[in-house]
C-alpha cells in the first residue's frame, strides 16, 4: 500500500520561502506523476503542479512565478518550494500520487505564514 | 481556467437516500472529470476517474456520469459513513480546477 507523508514546516514569515517534502513509501515512484495540493482553512482545493519521476514539471499559471517541485527518487521523496509567501499561503498542503486524478494523498500538513 | 460549479452547496440527506450532486463545467471537459470524498481533517479520497470509472475499493453505491459541461455523483443508499464533503476536479486542460464542494449532511 503506497503512503504518502509531508513534513512539518509548521509557521513560515511572510516574504519567506516555504518549503515541504513527501515522503512515499510502499511503492517505487517510478513512471509515476507526484503532485501537490493547498486547501486554505474552510475552502476548497487548489491544484499547485505535478512532476514525473523524470523531473519534467507543469505547475499552476497562477503560482509559477513562485513555485518549485523536485523528484529525489533515490529517497523516494519529492519537494515543493513556494516563494515570497504572504498570509494568502496558508493552507494545508496536501501531496499526492497522479497526473490527472489523484489516487494516493498524504495526510496534509497544515502551513501557516505569520509573523 | 475552466471554473467548475457544484450543486448544491449543502444537501441534507437521511441514511438510505439516494442523493445526486451536480458538477458544471465553464467548457467541455469530455469525460475528463474525477470525483473525491472528503471528511473532516482528512485528506481527499479519490471516488471516480474519467467521469464513470469506479476507483479500486470504492463501493458500488458510488456512481458518476456525464461528459461535455455536465456531471453527476450519485450515491445509491446513503450510508452513514458518507456524510462528507463531496469534490470534483476537473484535468482537461491546465490548470486543473475542483468544484467549491457539496457538503452531504444529516437530515
Redesign the interface.
Known sequence: QVQLQESDPGLVKPSETLSLTCSVSGGSMTSYYWSWIRQPPGKGLEWIGYIYYSGSTNYNPSLKSRVTISVDTSNNQFSLKLSSVTAADTAVYYCARGRYQLDYWGQGTLVTVSS | DIQMTQSPSTLSASVGDRVTITCRASQSISS?L?W?QQKPG?????LI??ASSL?SGVPSRFSGSGSGTEFTLTINSLQPDDFATY?C?H?NS????????TKVEIK
Open positions: 475528463w474525477a473525491y482528512k485528506a481527499p479520497k479519490l476517474y474519467m476507483e469534490y476536479q484535468y491546465y490548470p486543473w480546477t475542483f468544484g467549491q464542494g
